[in-house]
Each structure stands twice: as structure tokens, then as C-alpha cells.
């Protein structure tokens, strides 16, 4: 598996849940140190997903093309 496939299936969604939980963080009443860091999670998801989502999905074996979603909407 590839660092472009391995980004794909891993490291950009993760980078989203990060920053959903972020958000789930600095919205609750429960833990100030959860609230606290809140912002920082979010921060660290948002720049992560910028990273990310710049890298190009991997090309398929011999067309030069970048590999699409058969069920995307375009």
C-alpha cells in the first residue's frame, strides 16, 4: 500500500473525526481540560486536512489518471 493510498483510506478522514471531536470537545460542560484544548484539536485537524487533502489520489495502473469514486455524482 502506498503513502497516496494510505493517506486516502486513513489520513484525511482521520484528520475530519479530529476535528469533529474538537468540536465535540470544546462544546461539552464536563472537563475544562477537554474544553480547554478544544480549539487546539480543532486547529490541528483543520492543518492536517489542508495537508492532506492537497496530496493527488494514486494513478491508475497505466491510463496517467487519477483513480474516481465509480459511485461519485460529477
Same mark, same amino acid.
Given at each position: 500500500?502506498? +503513502? &497516496? #493510498?494510505?493517506?486516502?483510506?486513513?489520513?484525511?478522514?482521520?484528520?475530519? %473525526?479530529?476535528? %469533529?471531536?474538537?468540536? %465535540? /470537545?470544546?462544546?461539552?460542560?464536563?472537563?475544562? #481540560?477537554?474544553?480547554?484544548?478544544?480549539?487546539?484539536?480543532?486547529?490541528? $485537524?483543520?492543518?492536517? +486536512?489542508?495537508?492532506?487533502?492537497?496530496? /493527488?489520489?494514486?494513478e491508475e495502473a497505466g491510463t496517467g489518471h487519477a483513480a &474516481?469514486?465509480? $459511485? #461519485?455524482?460529477?
Amino acid at each position: 500500500m502506498s +503513502f &497516496r #493510498a494510505i493517506n486516502q483510506k486513513y489520513l484525511e478522514p482521520g484528520s475530519q %473525526v479530529l476535528m %469533529v471531536l474538537g468540536i %465535540v /470537545a470544546l462544546c461539552q460542560p464536563w472537563n475544562m #481540560a477537554l474544553h480547554t484544548y478544544g480549539l487546539t484539536i480543532i486547529l490541528i $485537524g483543520l492543518i492536517g +486536512f489542508n495537508i492532506t487533502s492537497k496530496i /493527488a489520489p494514486e494513478e491508475e495502473a497505466g491510463t496517467g489518471h487519477a483513480a &474516481r469514486n465509480p $459511485g #461519485a455524482q460529477h
